[in-house]
């Protein structure tokens, strides 16, 4: 198996999710992300009542991931990053813990409280990146694009550059994986000539980054120029109108979706 990176990465595929229109995709992932941190926003409702809200968004994600033929593998990796900071957040909990310990190791105490920002802001975290991730698994680039650039074409009216957004938005996400490959083939040089990224202290180790960090973004650098050359070599020009080879087209399956994830939040937000 492969272990490039997953991260904003498309896994080609014909389930019913692949088959969505992309705007749909987005409006429902934009949704649960809301619905994720809305309830309690205000800090008016208990921390432990949050917690069957979350229940429902991450029902919906779990059913997501069935339906959309993806290896679960490839969301272990896409979490993978996340896992970093969700120990950080642990240990930040655990210094910084208020309310009556439970549990007590020399400077460390666990605490109610602890335990449930930790297990709620985990959960939150974990599904936030697993709905997103379900958006880019299952949407090519180009639809993604089109898809962006359609849901913001009222704000053209305001001479809000949304074409010119969604572009971006797509390149940078196309840019993500490339980046960390590139990242992964040059600290995998710089160790054959005797790089040492795994030893000394937090110092040493940043130093040790310098070889990595700069011939790094010489790739960046160049990659971009290259892409510049050929949007130019295409005939490129912003704020005119593109057409589309494959005209967006929503249907039933689109419709069963919005209701199902509009029931889904409505639920998340009551409960």
């Given at each position: 198996m492969s272990r490039r990176p997953v991260i904003a990465q498309y896994?080609?595929?014909?389930?019913?999710?692949?088959?969505?229109?992309?705007?749909s995709k987005i409006v429902t992932t934009v949704a649960l992300a809301?619905?994720?941190?809305?309830?309690?926003?205000?800090?008016?409702?208990?921390?432990?009542?949050?917690?069957?809200?979350?229940?429902?968004?991450?029902?919906?994600?779990?059913?997501?991931?069935?339906?959309?033929?993806?290896?679960?593998?490839?969301?272990?990796?896409?979490?993978?990053?996340?896992?970093?900071?969700?120990?950080?957040?642990?240990?930040?909990?655990?210094?910084?813990?208020?309310?009556?310990?439970?549990?007590?190791?020399?400077?460390?105490?666990?605490?109610?409280?602890?335990?449930?920002?930790?297990?709620?802001?985990?959960?939150?975290?974990?599904?936030?990146?697993?709905?997103?991730?379900?958006?880019?698994?299952?949407?090519?680039?180009?639809?993604?694009?089109?898809?962006?650039?359609?849901?913001?074409?009222?704000?053209?009216?305001?001479?809000?550059?949304?074409?010119?957004?969604?572009?971006?938005?797509?390149?940078?996400?196309?840019?993500?994986?490339?980046?960390?490959?590139?990242?992964?083939?040059?600290?995998?040089?710089?160790?054959?000539?005797?790089?040492?990224?795994?030893?000394?202290?937090?110092?040493?180790?940043?130093?040790?980054?310098?070889?990595?960090?700069?011939?790094?973004?010489?790739?960046?650098?160049?990659?971009?120029?290259?892409?510049a050359l050929a949007m130019e070599a295409r005939c490129y020009e912003?704020?005119?109108?593109?057409?589309?080879?494959?005209?967006?087209?929503?249907?039933?399956?689109?419709?069963?979706?919005?209701?199902?994830?509009?029931?889904?939040?409505?639920?998340?937000?009551?409960?």
């Amino acid at each position: 198996m492969s272990r490039r990176p997953v991260i904003a990465q498309y896994y080609p595929g014909d389930s019913w999710l692949h088959r969505l229109d992309p705007r749909s995709k987005i409006v429902t992932t934009v949704a649960l992300a809301v619905a994720l941190f809305a309830r309690g926003f205000a800090g008016d409702v208990p921390l432990r009542d949050l917690f069957p809200s979350i229940a429902v968004i991450a029902a919906v994600a779990a059913a997501g991931i069935v339906l959309s033929g993806v290896p679960p593998s490839w969301f272990w990796r896409g979490l993978k990053p996340v896992m970093w900071l969700i120990i950080i957040t642990l240990i930040a909990q655990l210094l910084f813990a208020r309310g009556e310990p439970i549990a007590q190791l020399g400077p460390f105490k666990v605490t109610r409280e602890a335990l449930e920002t930790t297990g709620l802001l985990s959960l939150r975290l974990i599904v936030l990146v697993v709905v997103g991730l379900l958006l880019t698994f299952t949407t090519p680039p180009i639809p993604l694009t089109d898809g962006l650039a359609w849901l913001l074409r009222p704000l053209r009216r305001l001479r809000f550059p949304s074409e010119e957004l969604a572009l971006m938005v797509t390149i940078a996400l196309r840019f993500i994986p490339t980046l960390l490959t590139e990242l992964q083939t040059i600290m995998r040089a710089q160790k054959a000539r005797g790089a040492d990224f795994s030893h000394g202290g937090p110092l040493r180790r940043a130093r040790a980054l310098v070889p990595v960090l700069v011939p790094l973004f010489i790739v960046s650098f160049r990659r971009a120029d290259d892409l510049a050359l050929a949007m130019e070599a295409r005939c490129y020009e912003p704020g005119q109108r593109r057409t589309r080879l494959h005209p967006l087209r929503a249907g039933y399956r689109d419709a069963v979706l919005l209701v199902v994830v509009t029931a889904a939040v409505t639920l998340a937000m009551v409960v």
